[in-house]
Each structure stands twice: as C-alpha cells, then as structure tokens.
C-alpha cells in the first residue's frame, strides 16, 4: 500500500493516496471545540470559536503541526503524522489562564462521501449503509435497531459511551445504543477497503448530516495550569475487520470493556 500524504488549507486535513477513490479524503479539522451542556442546547451556544496557526508542514507531506487558541484561552498543539496506512494525532491541550476551560471537547468531522460511493450533499444520509459501529463486541451496520429519529436537530445519530453525560454530546438524536468500543468506521464503495476513526479520550461517536463520521475526543475541562495529552488515529486499511479491531486495540488498550 502506497503511503499517506497530508496537505492543510483553510482547516480542512487533506489525506491522499491512489487507492482512495478520487485520490484523497477531507477531513474538516476541527470543526469546533465544544462545551459542556450541549445535547439540548443550541448549538450557537455550544461551539467555540478559535485560531488555528499552521507551524509546519514537512515537504513530503508525512508531518503537519499546528496550534489552535480556542476563545477561552485554551491552547491546544497538535502534531499529525501519516503513516503507510494510518494518519496519527498527538495533541496536548493545555490551560494557561488563571480560570478553569469552558471547552471540554472537540470534532474532527471525517467527510466519507466519495469514499463510501455515496454523495457529500448536506442532509443525505446515502452514506449510512456502509457505516458500522461496534455494539455487544460485534461489527453492527448502521442504521442500527433502536434508531433514534428525535433531537433538537435531524437527522444524523450519536451514541454516547458510558463514562460521558448524556447531556453532553451533540444535539442530534441520541441513540439509546451504548457502543462496546471507541472504533467508528466505514467501508469503501466496493467494499475492498476500510476506513476507521478512534480517539482517547473519546466523547461520542456521531454518523452526521454532511456524510460523516465522527470519533470526538475530550480533554477538559481543564483546571488553571493543567494540560492533557490526546490521542487519535484514522485507519485505512483492507476489508479485514478482525485485522483492524486486533490494531485498534492495541493502539487504544483502555477502549476495552
């Protein structure tokens, strides 16, 4: 498999390669930084504003740095590498203010369209078909049973892992479905390939309304002084499920239940 590249302009992570279908993947990064409060609020009133600042990114395209200031004062610094056939995130989000963050976590917002031969038309959600999350330790397609159709916004589905609030994720229809893992994929149009998103510490999974995928991390709030180190991952790999989850656990060994 030929090696990742990444590109960065105006906060979206382009990730390319030949065997993606049209060469390349988005990804909107980030999205937002979140707070606290949010899956009966107005979103207005839950996104956070924030700087981005590109510090480098390598001539090959292997190594991208940047540093985001969130409204608050949050600063987080991140430092994104790509591999043969994985992209890894290593973050460090840190409080320099005398006052305790109002962020509490963020999106990265996978755009899987193209990838999963589908569209990228905001509102279809052609996409969800080939999207799976992992419930009771097995490979479950989406639209999963128990699908919740009501939320403050439509459509679009969030499943919240055990150790969040409820009342802290996003405010589309919360899935009443507990995910056994951090994992979040979905397969290609033909199915040969996969692509899969995990993040620790991780808030929610999220199937959205701009064929997208979402594993959003946490990382606050955080006191003043205090820092947290992050860690995600995007995988695309070969249609070999039991291949990947043995990798991702691996990769996230406190994900297991």
């Not at 097995?138 to 403050?152: F, I, K, M, N, S």
Request: with cysteine; glycine share 10%.
């Amino acid at each position: 498999m030929s090696s990742l590249t990444l590109t960065f302009n105006d906060n979206m992570l382009g990730i390319h390669t030949p065997l993606l279908p049209g060469g390349s993947l988005g990804v909107c990064y980030l999205e937002t930084y979140c707070r606290a409060g949010s899956t009966h609020r107005d979103w207005g009133q839950t996104a956070m504003m924030y700087e981005a600042e590109t510090l480098c990114l390598s001539d090959d395209g292997s190594r991208l740095r940047l540093r985001h200031r969130v409204c608050d004062g949050t600063v987080v610094e991140h430092e994104i590498t790509a591999g043969t056939d994985e992209v890894n995130f290593r973050l460090t989000a840190r409080n320099p203010t005398d006052k305790p963050t109002e962020a509490v976590w963020a999106q990265p917002c996978i755009r899987i369209g193209r990838f999963a031969g589908s569209c990228d038309c905001c509102g279809k959600m052609d996409h969800l078909g080939k999207c799976f999350i992992f419930l009771g330790g097995e490979l479950t397609r989406l639209p999963t049973h128990d699908w919740a159709t009501q939320g403050l916004y439509t459509p679009g589905q969030t499943w919240c892992p055990e150790h969040v609030c409820r009342e802290d994720v996003n405010p589309r229809p919360l899935s009443p479905l507990v995910p056994s893992n951090g994992l979040i994929g979905c397969f290609s149009g033909d199915e040969s390939l996969v692509l899969a998103t995990a993040w620790e510490p991780y808030q929610e999974l999220f199937a959205g309304v701009i064929t997208c995928i979402h594993s959003d991390f946490r990382f606050g709030p955080l006191a003043p002084g205090e820092s947290r180190d992050i860690h995600g991952k995007i995988y695309i790999v070969p249609s070999d499920i039991p291949a990947l989850l043995k990798r991702y656990e691996a990769d996230f060994p406190t994900h297991r239940r």
